[in-house]
């Protein structure tokens, strides 16, 4: 065949996707929006779940650092046969100058192998061992997240008898050495 027997056809023109709507190459402002939206608003409520978690954490925090006193209390007990003054505070239990100077200080050894001088919000510790208002022998206690004292969120342990319970904290602690004899 030759050139000139070739019989040339024109094209046919397509419509443009945005004409016709069969096809679109993107995506609307609309569309794009309310995706965020979507996005913005899962991120809320998963964010909430973490933050009240973390609230939570810090509860579990203190009442562990409070038993873990405790019972350094406890053992600062059977040393001293007494509980740390207001004075001392429970600071004798980490640092030897915080000692009464007429307690026997051969005796005195770190009951606490980490300094907790506050509570997770920052507070020092609440310790009251001349004159007990809740506990038999020693009061300790957070004043918890909000900061204030006697309000609900208050995390607690009162020294009791041995056949007692003590505080917030449970009847799983156990209970302070009895100060009397056999």
């Given at each position: 065949m030759?050139?000139?027997?070739?019989?040339?056809?024109?094209?046919?023109?397509?419509?443009?996707?945005?004409?016709?709507?069969?096809?679109?190459?993107?995506?609307?402002?609309?569309?794009?929006?309310?995706?965020?939206?979507?996005?913005?608003?899962?991120?809320?409520?998963?964010?909430?779940?973490?933050?009240?978690?973390?609230?939570?954490?810090?509860?579990?925090?203190?009442?562990?650092?409070?038993?873990?006193?405790?019972?350094?209390?406890?053992?600062?007990?059977?040393?001293?046969?007494?509980?740390?003054?207001?004075?001392?505070?429970?600071?004798?239990?980490?640092?030897?100058?915080?000692?009464?100077?007429?307690a026997?200080?051969?005796?005195?050894?770190?009951?606490?192998?980490?300094?907790?001088?506050?509570?997770?919000?920052?507070?020092?510790w609440?310790?009251?061992?001349?004159?007990?208002?809740?506990?038999?022998?020693?009061?300790?206690?957070?004043?918890?997240?909000?900061?204030?004292?006697?309000?609900?969120?208050?995390?607690?342990?009162?020294?009791?008898?041995?056949?007692?319970?003590?505080?917030?904290?449970?009847?799983?602690?156990?209970?302070?050495?009895?100060?009397?004899?056999?």
């Amino acid at each position: 065949m030759s050139a000139s027997n070739l019989i040339v056809l024109p094209r046919r023109h397509r419509a443009s996707p945005a004409r016709s709507g069969r096809s679109r190459g993107g995506f609307t402002l609309i569309e794009i929006l309310i995706v965020i939206a979507i996005i913005l608003a899962l991120g809320a409520i998963v964010g909430v779940a973490l933050f009240k978690r973390r609230d939570q954490a810090d509860v579990d925090t203190t009442k562990i650092q409070l038993k873990q006193i405790k019972d350094a209390l406890d053992l600062f007990y059977l040393d001293f046969r007494r509980y740390p003054n207001d004075d001392e505070g429970i600071a004798v239990l980490w640092d030897k100058e915080q000692l009464d100077p007429d307690a026997d200080a051969t005796k005195w050894k770190q009951y606490l192998a980490t300094k907790i001088p506050t509570d997770q919000w920052g507070d020092e510790w609440g310790y009251r061992g001349e004159e007990p208002e809740h506990g038999e022998k020693y009061d300790l206690w957070s004043w918890g997240p909000d900061r204030e004292d006697d309000t609900d969120d208050d995390i607690t342990t009162w020294s009791q008898s041995d056949d007692e319970e003590g505080g917030d904290l449970g009847s799983d602690l156990p209970a302070p050495p009895s100060s009397g004899g056999p």
